[in-house]
């Protein structure tokens, strides 16, 4: 007899995790959401009614399935559905308007539509292709309704699953978003059992990458109970995690830095002695924050560096990162990346930043979905780039020092205003930081710091020379800010990064160059 580790590989190759669990313990709580809880067997017999549903409708494997619902099982259940069903499954950004989330429907070529009434834009498009309109957890004009639907088709195991995948839409700042297409659907990670009294949270939107992979997905594979908060709110956060003993949980820098601001008799209220691991990525974290939190939950912060389309394996726990604050990980392989000047020449030497190129993945490599021009782009001899720059220490650490699109040039000098916002940060009245490049008539362009504060900071004149000077301690000349705007909100993609291009937007406006 198969040992519950190999039954989970062999389920894993045809999508079919989730009914292993719902064999393996049919009526423990599989999710917990804002419309109350489900169980293993209930999202699993779903996941097999919503094949059947599409089989029906003449869906065959290959075929695109877009959801734009909320963090809530249902979510779950399609997610299970596509991938046992051989289907390719593309969750959509419900922060998107009407004309984006058509663009993203029509493009990723969708067939079956299931949407949640709360989103109206999902509602009004008038994507053509879809043949197949289903409504989660509300009524709404030409959608069928979910829970009557399904009822009708049978819950047990498909006996012909095939192995479907995830197509994503990058968040780029400029342009239409790309969806990153893999033709084959291989398992990178292989699923394993979780501990026992495991607890995974998701408290980012599970349409993204990383929640959808290290909350979503790695709940679904360990047979851990995943809790899904429908928004963030900082002290609701602690207060689940004590709750309901999260031990696992992913989070972005804004997170991190949203739960410090809170106040201390706030965080004393709260156990989170059950949380056992978190990780981090999908945006740089500024070392002072990474630092608190640790000081705060102990050496149990790990982060990754990696994007939608892939990475080269970069892991760090807490105590590594310590020893080399401001890190994203030691250098997997010799070959793992490459660092490439602005004339694609290779980077040599140590210290010296260029931007970075992942090896391309044997067994999964990406392209972006019927835009071969964008794929060549970001590929360059087996290694493809996600825009990153950065540089390799002595010991072969990665440095993250900004990106290329976001560069500012001044006087011919290249600043990368991550670097910036890693400094500006540290200053106790502010809350989130965003460097730009704003006109200026002999260098081109100078450098401006866009701020939000704490609460209770009053943005005053004062207060913004008082930034700057801050500035001037730490800092080259060169890449010294030479003013403070203050808002109260600075826009972000749903993985978490500043879109600095809408904040340097409004400042160029009317001008034919943007440099």
Known sequence: MLDLTERLHRAAAVGMTASVWAQEKPDAVAIHDAQGKRGFFEVNANANRIVRLLRA?????????????????????VLCATLRGGFRFTPVNWHLTADEVEY??????AKAL?????????????????????????PAEGFLPYAETLSQFDGTDIDDPVLGGAMLYTSGTTGRPKGVYRRNNALLVLPTPGAPDDVQMCAGPAYHAAPLAFDVRAAINQGSPLVFLDRWDSERVLETIEFYRVTRAHMVPIMFQRLLALPDEVKAKYDLSSLRYVIHGAAPCPPEVKKAMIEWLGPIVHEYYAGSEGGAGFLIDSHEWLAKPGTVGRLPAPDAVRLLDEEGREVTGRNRSGMIYFKVSAIAPFE????????????????????????????DYLFLTGRTAECIISGGVNIY????DNEIIKHPAVEDSCAIG???AEWGEEVKVVVTLHPGQEPTEALGADILAFARQRLAG???????DFVEELPRSPAGKIQRGKVRAPYWAGRARQI
């Open 417 to 420: 205003p991550q670097e910036i």
């Open 104 to 109: 993203i429907i029509n493009d990723c070529e």
């Open 57 to 77: 409708r003449g869906f065959r494997p290959g075929d695109s399935v877009a959801l734009m619902c909320s963090n809530r099982a249902e979510f779950v259940e």
């Open 478 to 484: 060169f890449k010294i800010p030479r003013s403070v």
């Open 114 to 138: 299931f949407a949640e009434p709360r989103y109206p834009a999902a509602l009004s498009t008038g994507a053509p292709g879809v043949r197949l309109k289903v409504a989660i957890g509300a």
């Open 438 to 440: 704003v006109p200026n």
């Open 368 to 395: 972006y979905f019927k835009d071969p021009v964008k794929t060549a782009a970001a590929h360059k001899e087996g290694y493809f780039t996600l825009g990153d720059v950065g540089y390799l220490d002595d010991d």
